[in-house]
């Protein structure tokens, strides 16, 4: 009975992760098509094409799963609504603050200037600028990223080591024991590690689930070995 319960609280708990990483994942692909629509009008303007123009011509491009809303947008702009005003009804829809500064970004540019193109560019240099800023910051932490890989599989090295060589060595001892206090231990490392992975590389827990996924599966199968 108490091993039936244990299996729905981590199944209750699984699920409750992975909406969390859902959701997380979604934002993240928000972040990364959204610029896009921006930086394709900004081109567009560039060349001479008018506001209309330029985001009929944007909205021939693709932009993942948010293809749809941004296509809906662009659909307000050609039937006369302001760029700043369907940009804010996408906002409602996205709930992403990323995504809201770049709204209010162009909401104000458009009441100081009404240049499109200009106004256009200074919203663009700054999505570039935090593209470059996030690509930096990624390059960065990348060889962290793989010293807590290395870090992870020498615990499991050294726990191999101790497990077939010096405990049989010690004469008769409970090895089912010994195995399942170091099956304990690694998976509360690899939980431990791939949160701790998530925080400092993406500066968010939840993208650390990713990594403990892996780090766990890798558990399960040196487990089975051991």
């Known amino acids: 009975m108490n091993l039936e319960i244990i299996l729905v609280l981590e199944i209750i708990i699984l699920g409750i992760l992975s909406y969390f990483y859902f959701k997380y994942a979604k934002n993240k692909e928000i972040i990364e098509f959204f610029p896009r629509f921006f930086q394709e009008i900004y081109n567009n303007t560039s060349s001479g094409m008018s506001l209309v123009e330029s985001v009929r011509k944007s909205k021939e491009a693709e932009y993942g799963k948010l293809t749809p809303f941004i296509r809906n947008t662009c659909l307000q702009v050609e039937w006369g609504v302001p760029l ?12 992403n603050k990323f995504v809201s500064k770049i709204i209010a970004l162009t909401e104000k540019a458009s009441e100081f200037s009404p240049d499109i193109g200009k106004s256009m560019k200074g919203i663009n240099d700054y999505v570039s600028l935090s593209k470059k800023l996030e690509f930096k910051r990624r390059t960065e932490l990348f060889p962290q990223l793989i010293s807590f890989y290395l870090v992870f599989f020498v615990f499991l090295l050294i726990i191999f080591v101790v497990f077939n060589l010096f405990i049989p060595s010690f004469g008769s001892l409970n090895i089912l024991g010994y195995k399942s206090i170091f099956s304990h231990l690694i998976i509360i490392e690899a939980v431990l590690s791939g ?16 990594h403990l996924i892996i780090l766990f599966s890798f558990s399960i199968i040196f487990i089975y070995l051991l």
Request: aromatic residues 8%.
């Open 84 to 95: 700043y005003i369907a940009l804010r009804n996408l906002g409602n829809k996205m709930n």
């Open 195 to 210: 949160i701790v992975i998530g925080k400092i590389t993406e500066n968010s827990f939840i993208a650390g689930l990713k």
